[in-house]
């Protein structure tokens, strides 16, 4: 058999990547992505909608010198499936080119490292015209021309990204100062959320800074870390040696969030549609607001997310794609993750009765507790954790505890308000009053609990302080006398 060498029309190739599907925001996510893994502690950038305009990105990392930047430009600069160091945000030794000319005609790489500045730059008209990988090696005076890099020789190290020609930016608008109005928060939001693990510096990170135009990020966590309560222990998967990190949360309820604290966690509508897991890849947040089809997005489970932490040497089971935003979970961890979906669907719920400041006070424990919200309306809810409850949610199977906990939600807000209104103000003694019914049913169901249980006077003492069976100390003492 002949053998053809058959590499690809320059022109064509480099056309054809830019519909990977790339929006501004994953663009630009994708270039911080390098700086991280130069080890950059701040990223700034820049955009101009001038005569001339012109989007930067700066970064202090460790840059690059001639021969890496000239490799840093080729498309597939490092072979997917090469082991990478474990703090390494890349993958597919593309994005700097696919995610920059996604959104220009001409993207220029600067960098500066030991004292050296290199430059080069990929032009798709040059290519278009030249039909040829056509790259160009930027003299000094070319450099100089580059905006801001003074600021990079300033920062003594690291690279400067300029994106020229910006057609696809504006495609579709009046003027690229009314597009990038419009886009610009929307970059800020995603980037305060995607990175918001580096912005905040966590423990073995290097905390970064970012900026777009000299305005400073913060950091915006969906989990509310210092807020929420985790309701499960953390889990862990090992694949082929590497870990999985699996950390369930529940948020607070609205009732005790600031205005600002439920705009940051995508508004009361938002909340519901972004309930989820949250995937983040070497703490970079890949994926989120999904179950993965493996529930469905309910009002119950709104505030529940679980973070998950992948490391990058599982990037082919997590099926990674080349913008990062598409990830899904492996067959052995969808079982893990559906076993927690599942243990969450019934522990969230006790969260929901601690929605707002209990105001029932007893030292017993009470089957109904009265609520005041924030609102200053009040509620009230079938206490979760009432023995009874509890030990029947316990006895029983997870489709039946889904049952009984919608039971108990249906009975809670299904109260009579009105027609217990009308009575109690027309003086009408109410069933549930009758003395005599209460005691029954006390009697029948201690005798039933006694029936049951190993130890009648362990039974007995926890019956003490449970309300309404505590009312009835001597009932509860005649019932005891009886078994012995
Ligand atoms: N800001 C930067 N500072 C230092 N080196 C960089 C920077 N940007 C890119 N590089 C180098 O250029 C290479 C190519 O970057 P590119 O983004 O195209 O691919 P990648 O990051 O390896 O993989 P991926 O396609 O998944 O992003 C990187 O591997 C890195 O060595
Ligand atoms: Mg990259």
Same mark, same amino acid.
């Given at each position: 058999?002949?053998?053809?060498?058959?590499?690809?029309?320059?022109?064509?190739?480099?056309e054809?990547?830019?519909?990977?599907?790339?929006?501004?925001?994953?663009?630009?996510?994708?270039?911080?992505?390098?700086?991280?893994?130069?080890?950059?502690?701040?990223?700034?950038?820049?955009?101009?909608? +001038?005569?001339? @305009?012109?989007?930067?990105?700066?970064? &202090?990392?460790? =840059?690059?010198?001639? *021969?890496? $930047?000239?490799? %840093?430009?080729?498309y597939? +600069?490092r072979? @997917?499936?090469e082991?990478?160091d474990? &703090?390494?945000? =890349?993958?597919?030794? *593309?994005? $700097?080119?696919? %995610?920059?000319?996604?959104?220009?005609?001409?993207?220029?790489v600067?960098?500066?490292?030991?004292?050296?500045?290199?430059g080069?730059?990929?032009?798709?008209?040059?290519?278009?015209?030249r039909?040829?990988?056509?790259?160009?090696?930027?003299?000094?005076?070319?450099?100089?021309?580059?905006?801001?890099?003074?600021?990079?020789?300033?920062?003594?190290?690291?690279?400067?990204?300029s994106?020229?020609k910006?057609?696809?930016?504006i495609v579709?608008?009046?003027s690229?100062?009314?597009?990038?109005?419009?886009?610009?928060?929307?970059?800020?939001?995603?980037?305060?959320m995607?990175?918001?693990r580096y912005?905040?510096?966590?423990?073995?990170?290097?905390?970064?800074?970012?900026?777009?135009?000299?305005?400073?990020?913060?950091?915006?966590?969906?989990?509310?870390?210092?807020?929420?309560?985790?309701?499960?222990?953390?889990?862990?998967?090992?694949?082929?040696g590497?870990?999985?990190?699996?950390?369930?949360?529940?948020?607070?309820?609205m009732?005790?969030l600031?205005?600002?604290?439920?705009?940051?966690?995508?508004?009361?509508?938002?909340?519901?549609?972004?309930?989820?897991?949250?995937?983040?890849?070497?703490?970079?947040?890949?994926v989120?607001?999904?179950?993965?089809?493996?529930?469905?997005?309910?009002?119950?489970?709104?505030?529940?997310?679980?973070?998950?932490?992948?490391p990058?040497?599982?990037?082919?089971?997590?099926?990674?794609?080349?913008?990062?935003?598409?990830?899904?979970?492996?067959?052995?961890?969808?079982?893990?993750?559906?076993?927690?979906?599942?243990k969450?669907?019934?522990?969230?719920?006790r969260?929901?009765v601690?929605?707002?400041?209990?105001?029932?006070?007893?030292?017993?424990i009470?089957?109904?507790?009265?609520?005041?919200?924030?609102?200053?309306?009040?509620q009230?809810?079938?206490?979760?954790?009432?023995?009874?409850?509890?030990n029947?949610?316990?006895?029983?199977?997870?489709?039946?505890?889904k049952?009984?906990?919608?039971?108990?939600?249906?009975?809670?807000?299904?109260?009579?308000?009105?027609?217990?209104?009308v009575?109690f103000?027309?003086?009408?003694k109410?069933?549930?009053?009758?003395?005599?019914?209460?005691l029954?049913l006390?009697?029948?169901?201690?005798?039933?609990?006694i029936?049951?249980?190993n130890?009648?006077?362990?039974?007995i003492?926890?019956l003490?302080?449970?309300?309404?069976?505590?009312n009835?100390?001597?009932?509860l003492?005649?019932l005891?006398?009886?078994?012995?």
């Amino acid at each position: 058999m002949k053998e053809l060498i058959l590499p690809p029309y320059a022109p064509v190739l480099m056309e054809s990547t830019r519909a990977l599907g790339y929006t501004l925001e994953a663009a630009i996510a994708d270039i911080l992505d390098n700086s991280i893994t130069a080890e950059a502690s701040r990223i700034d950038i820049f955009f101009e909608p +001038s005569d001339n @305009p012109y989007f930067s990105i700066l970064d &202090n990392g460790s =840059g690059m010198n001639d *021969l890496e $930047l000239n490799n %840093a430009m080729r498309y597939g +600069s490092r072979h @997917p499936k090469e082991v990478r160091d474990s &703090n390494d945000l =890349g993958r597919f030794g *593309l994005g $700097l080119k696919t %995610a920059s000319l996604s959104q220009c005609r001409c993207l220029t790489v600067v960098s500066l490292k030991k004292g050296i500045l290199s430059g080069r730059r990929w032009d798709l008209d040059l290519i278009s015209q030249r039909q040829e990988w056509v790259l160009l090696e930027l003299g000094e005076t070319d450099i100089n021309k580059i905006e801001h890099i003074n600021k990079l020789i300033e920062n003594k190290t690291g690279t400067l990204i300029s994106w020229t020609k910006l057609d696809r930016i504006i495609v579709g608008e009046y003027s690229l100062e009314e597009t990038f109005n419009k886009k610009m928060p929307i970059v800020r939001e995603h980037l305060e959320m995607v990175f918001h693990r580096y912005l905040k510096g966590e423990q073995g990170l290097i905390k970064l800074e970012i900026f777009i135009n000299n305005n400073p990020l913060q950091g915006n966590d969906p989990f509310l870390i210092e807020k929420s309560y985790q309701i499960l222990d953390d889990e862990k998967v090992f694949i082929d040696g590497s870990e999985i990190l699996i950390k369930p949360y529940i948020l607070p309820h609205m009732s005790n969030l600031t205005s600002t604290e439920i705009n940051k966690l995508g508004g009361s509508d938002g909340l519901r549609n972004q309930q989820g897991f949250y995937i983040y890849r070497n703490k970079r947040l890949v994926v989120w607001g999904t179950w993965f089809r493996l529930a469905r997005m309910e009002d119950s489970s709104k505030l529940a997310r679980v973070m998950v932490d992948i490391p990058n040497s599982l990037d082919e089971q997590w099926t990674l794609d080349i913008r990062k935003s598409i990830a899904s979970p492996p067959d052995v961890v969808k079982k893990s993750l559906k076993r927690i979906v599942d243990k969450i669907a019934l522990g969230s719920k006790r969260v929901w009765v601690t929605r707002g400041r209990r105001e029932t006070e007893s030292s017993n424990i009470l089957l109904w507790q009265r609520f005041r919200n924030r609102d200053g309306t009040v509620q009230y809810d079938i206490n979760r954790e009432y023995p009874l409850i509890e030990n029947l949610l316990e006895s029983i199977g997870e489709s039946e505890q889904k049952q009984l906990i919608n039971l108990l939600r249906l009975i809670e807000i299904n109260i009579p308000m009105n027609a217990l209104r009308v009575d109690f103000n027309n003086d009408c003694k109410v069933s549930m009053d009758d003395e005599d019914e209460k005691l029954e049913l006390i009697r029948k169901m201690v005798e039933q609990l006694i029936s049951i249980s190993n130890d009648p006077q362990v039974v007995i003492e926890k019956l003490m302080k449970v309300d309404p069976f505590a009312n009835y100390p001597e009932l509860l003492k005649e019932l005891l006398e009886e078994v012995y």
